[in-house]
Structure formats: structure tokens, C-alpha cells
């Protein structure tokens, strides 16, 4: 069913998105407003394809085909008209979104699929203008989306499940482990988790209860060790629920209730320490440190994502 698949913004998700879609052999059209932005792109998929052929995940063949299989224009219109599936990634700006659909309206397929990339709309938001007759969903890829394997996908009350099952299908044949949320909510579920758990970590480093490399260090050698393979719900099961039961009860009432950005995030924004863009956040940055950091990061996801590959 899915042959062509257009991507709509070249930024940090569309361009990781399109390289997914291009090794796992799909033919792909990537679309930005600049060829500035294009070539951008077109270099860091570049450089993440040539991680996977070093790494031994492709064949030098293969990882040229997948470069290949990958077409870059400005020209929305022939983006959009021969894809089966388009996914949007623009910024997150309701307007710029909305303009956008009502173009792609007008020159997508009949039945082509349309997809948002959005962290946050609710899908009624996002169609509040143009319905697409149904043929509309939200695909939510993780950062980096070549690498990181969840697509959480959102659908209307009445989504066709075969249109839900055939975006799953198609996710998992490019080596995705795509969920369906079952209603609407805000944050969708893995934002929802992550934020519980970053309200936490900010809240003890802003106690002084502990520094961030060792808050961080807690989760990696800890509870995160363990989530890669194993979820909190079924680790609770293991666990005992009435030990559970104890652990909420005891420590819930000590937690991080905040409504809003933790205090020291508000402190550290208000003095432009914005992390690795400005040169530092909670930890500093100097030289070309953080391209190398993003390096090991992205060696360590792939070896995670090869032993998750074999076991699942
Ligand atoms: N960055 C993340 O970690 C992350 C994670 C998950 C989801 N998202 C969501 O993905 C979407 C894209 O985020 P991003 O971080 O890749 O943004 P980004 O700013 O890196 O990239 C967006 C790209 O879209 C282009 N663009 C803007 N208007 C356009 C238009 N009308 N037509 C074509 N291209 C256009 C921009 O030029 C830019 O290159 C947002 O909805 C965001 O909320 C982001």
C-alpha cells in the first residue's frame, strides 16, 4: 500500500524520519521552504547512514541505495502529489500547520495518508480546519528518529482501524515499535512519563539533594538499566504490588508537585544558560565536546537498538 512517503520539514525529526523510512527501503521526498535547509539535511542523514555502514548495520551498498532512495525539493506540489503517506514535521505552530494541511489538501493524492509529527496537539486541534475525510493521524517519533524505535500514533474516535493497523504495519516494517493511544490526552504517554520523572530529577538537583551527573546516574545505572528491556508496570508485577502499594505510600507525598517548569530550569533560562546551545544548562560545554557526546550517544542507541532487535 505505502510505496512513496513524503517528509515535510527537514529539521531535527523530519530528517531522521526520512533516513528510517529510506533503510528500511521505501522511496522518500523530503520537503523544506529553503534548499539551505535541504542541504543541511541532506548532510546529517549523510553522516547517520555512514555511522550504520561503520558500524557494521549496513553494507556500503546498501547504505548508498538508502542515500539514493532519498529526493530533496522546495517545490511542495510534487512533494505531496505522488506520496501515499505524508508526514508532516514543521515546527510546533499550530498556524504554520494549519496552512500547510489546506496546501496538501489541495495536492496530495485522493487517498493518500496524511501524518503529524506533533508533540503536543490534540488531533482535533490539528483538524479543527481540514478533516482529510479521515485519512489523517499522528505518528510521534522519538528524537533522534533514526535510531530511537518508539512512534506513538494518536487517532480520532472515528479512525478507520484499518488505517491505525496499516500505520502500524508500516512502522514495524522499518523496524519501529509503534503504540496506539486509546483516547486523546495531552502529551500522548512517553512525554506524559518523561516529565513526571524530569520534574523529579530537576527538583532533587535543585534541593541540593544530589549533583546532575549522579541524579542522572541513579536512572542510567538504575531504573533505566531496567526500562529498556522491562516497563515500570510489569517491573511493579515482579516487584510485589502490596511492596508497590508501600512505596507510593510512603514516598508520594514527599514528591515534586509543581504545575509548572521546575525553579531551577526558570533560574538556569533567565540567565541564557539554555544547554548545549548556548554552552551550558546544568552541565558546560566547550569546544566541539557536544558533537562528540551526540557521537557516543548515537553509538550507544545503536548497540541498545541491535540487542533489542534480537530479543523482541
Ligand atoms: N525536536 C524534538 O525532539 C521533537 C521530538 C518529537 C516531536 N517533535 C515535533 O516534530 C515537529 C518538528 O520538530 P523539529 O524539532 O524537527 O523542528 P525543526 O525546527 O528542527 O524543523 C522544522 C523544519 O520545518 C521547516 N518548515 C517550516 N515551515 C515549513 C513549511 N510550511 N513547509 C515545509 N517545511 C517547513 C523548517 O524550515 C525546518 O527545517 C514539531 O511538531 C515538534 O513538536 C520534535
Known sequence: MFKTISVIGSGVMGSGIAQSFAVGGYSVIVNDIKQEFLNKAKK?????????????????????????????????????ENADLIIEAIPEVIELKWDLY?????CKKKDAIVSSNTSTFPISKLTAHE????????????????????????????????LVQSIKDLLL??????VVLKKEINGFIANRLQTALMREAFSLVGQGVADAEDVDKAITA???????????????DFGGLDTWKRVFDNIAPDLD??????????????TNKLGTKTG?????????????????????????????????
Open 102 to 106: 489546506n496546501e496538501l489538501a489541495r
Open 222 to 236: 538504575g531504573p533505566g538499566f531496567r526500562w529498556a528491556f522491562v516497563g515500570p508496570t510489569r517491573i511493579a
Open 173 to 178: 516494517s522499518i523496524g519501529k515499535s509503534p
Open 44 to 80: 546529517n542523514i549523510g553522516e547517520n547512514l555512514d555511522l550504520l555502514s561503520k558500524s557494521g548495520e549496513l553494507s556500503s551498498e546498501e547504505r548508498d541505495a538508502a542515500g539514493e532512495r532519498i529526493h530533496f525539493t522546495t517545490d511542495l506540489k510534487s512533494a505531496a
Open 131 to 162: 478533516s482529510f475525510e479521515g485519512k489523517f493521524i499522528i505518528t510521534h517519533f522519538f528524537n533522534p528518529a533514526n535510531l530511537v524505535p518508539l512512534v506513538e500514533i494518536v487517532k480520532k474516535k472515528d479512525t478507520n482501524p484499518k
Open 280 to 312: 551550558e544548562g546544568l552541565f558546560k560545554y566547550s569546544g566541539d565536546e557536544v558533537q562528540s557526546q551526540l557521537k557516543t550517544r548515537d553509538n550507544y542507541f545503536l548497540k541498545l537498538g541491535r540487542i533489542k532487535k534480537v530479543n523482541e
Open 257 to 270: 508537585k509543581s504545575e509548572g517548569a521546575p525553579e531551577l530550569i526558570n533560574q538556569l533560562v533567565k
